[in-house]
């Protein structure tokens, strides 16, 4: 009689093979910032079934139809996301309340192209230029059918005259990087998505100041909701930077975000995760190759995700202020840095060398420091405060006499920016650096700003002038950009 077989073993049948992550990706930029958050929340390992019910909200599109000779792929995942106008969706009490009037325009507010590196342990955000001088391949106008050769035209008017495939098309020929995903995401969805999640902090070391959308920012950190914030993103008016200074809020605007996503209780809050998505995803629009197998996916590889593993810059400009006949005045990127900076992307690498370590963000002023001249006098009886207050300005650039001497009043508390009306950008430039400063107008005073230190408020800090066009792009990692 045979032996009987020893019983089997009770092991759990080996799990079926994991797919790798195909080449999809998210949301994100300054309003897709809300999209990340999704990703991020899809990390924390929410059900399918949460997700799922979600899929038919996305509004689809097909940006890549009959798309040829397209750029070859590379290593990770393109996502182009643009933030277009969309104010129709919003009723008239809030358009008025946060200066939205005026006719839609049927263009891209915001371009971005975002990349997750192949490993899902990096994002490099690069904003695009909305006047960017660009040159449109040939194609049909959607509007009036009419076939275009290929003609100059700004980046951000491409989607006026061919939608969001002519967008693509034309990001793609400029830049040479395969776009895999498109994500398209309106004014509301924003404003909705940022009272969601209850605001994002902010903050700012100057006044902040747009007549044009309404923003009214005092020096210091603050939460903004739907409104505030989309008017935070959207001003062009609010320094000297005009557009280049409006991407830069945005960049900071998506790192604060991403920093409340990965910390608060809404990854492990199924309900909150629930209706964060509905928000955004109720009005987004996006290539029919992303649905939610790619969300989950993508979630689940970015569990490591942190402010500290996304990097942001802005293409290289070359030329400010290039005319073209009947355009206006466009943005000329410099051909060298650009394409150093898109090979980086194809190629999958960092847009940053090496690591470095968490500092405080150092703001950029309208006026150089180096361009500033400034006396100062102690208004205490603190022996030895002028000098102090001083020598700690002229380490930060200013051109300080060196020789502070005592105001006429010692009885001073609050630190006084006294300055002629006609140098009035140097005085907020000056008073970034003195946190809690109070600027005074003073008629007849001249180019020589005047510093009256008090017992308060007389801490100095760093600041920077404007970038220089064409430098090379300055490349910022999320917890750089943030709050202190």
């Not at 009770?10 to 990340?36: C, D, E, G, K």
């Not at 059900?47 to 996305?58: E, K």
Request: glycine share 8%; charged share 25%; proline share 8%.
């Amino acid at each position: 009689m045979p032996a009987t077989p020893p019983p089997r073993s009770r092991r759990r049948p080996p799990r079926p093979p994991v797919r790798p992550v195909r080449r999809r990706r998210p949301r994100w930029a300054m309003r897709a910032a809300t999209t990340l958050s999704v990703v991020v929340l899809a990390s924390a390992g929410i059900g399918h079934s949460v997700v799922t019910s979600l899929d038919a909200d996305i509004a689809r599109v097909d940006p890549f139809k009959d798309m040829k000779n397209r750029p070859r792929a590379g290593h990770g995942m393109n996502v182009l996301l643009v933030g277009t106008d969309g104010r129709d969706k919003i009723d008239d009490s809030e358009r008025r309340r946060f200066r939205l009037g005026g006719a839609p325009c049927n263009c891209t507010d915001t371009i971005m192209i975002v990349h997750i590196s192949e490993d899902r342990e990096r994002a490099s955000v690069v904003s695009l230029p909305r006047d960017s001088y660009a040159e449109t391949p040939p194609h049909t106008d959607q509007v009036t059918g009419k076939e275009h050769r290929g003609h100059p035209i700004k980046l951000n008017a491409a989607y006026a005259e061919g939608g969001p495939q002519l967008t693509v098309r034309t990001v793609e020929s400029m830049t040479h990087v395969k776009i895999d995903h498109y994500l398209e995401v309106d004014f509301a969805s924003f404003m909705k998505t940022v009272d969601v999640v209850g605001g994002v902090k902010i903050c700012t070391a100057q006044p902040l100041k747009d007549t044009y959308t309404g923003l009214d920012l005092a020096p210091g950190t603050h939460t903004l909701r739907g409104g505030a914030a989309l008017q935070y993103v959207r001003s062009r008016h609010a320094d000297a930077s005009s557009d280049l200074g409006r991407m830069k809020r945005q960049q900071r605007f998506l790192a604060s975000l991403v920093a409340q996503a990965t910390s608060s209780g809404i990854l492990l809050n199924p309900l909150k995760f629930r209706d964060v998505t509905r928000a955004v995803l109720g009005s987004v629009r996006a290539d029919r190759g992303f649905g939610t197998d790619e969300l989950l996916d993508l979630g689940r590889a970015m569990r490591t995700f942190s402010p500290s593993s996304s990097e942001f810059t802005t293409v290289p400009i070359g030329r400010m202020g290039f005319m073209v006949d009947g355009i206006g005045s466009t943005l000329k990127w410099d051909p060298e840095k650009s394409e150093r900076l898109f090979r980086a992307l194809r190629d999958d690498k960092p847009l940053a060398s090496a690591p470095r370590e968490r500092t405080a963000p150092v703001p950029r002023v309208a006026v150089a420091p180096q361009q500033i001249n400034v006396q100062v006098e102690n208004g205490t009886s603190v022996k030895g405060l002028g000098q102090r207050v001083d020598t700690a300005l002229a380490a930060t650039g200013f051109r300080t006499t060196r020789r502070p001497v005592d105001a006429a009043d010692r009885t001073v508390r609050r630190t006084v920016v006294a300055y002629d009306p006609r140098w009035d950008r140097s005085a907020r430039s000056l008073a970034a650096a003195l946190p809690g400063a109070e600027l005074k107008a003073v008629p007849g005073l001249g180019p020589t700003l005047k510093v009256i230190a008090g017992t308060e408020s007389h801490e100095v800090r760093p600041v920077r002038g404007p970038e220089p066009v064409g430098k090379e792009s300055e490349v910022v990692r999320g917890n750089e950009v943030g709050c202190p």
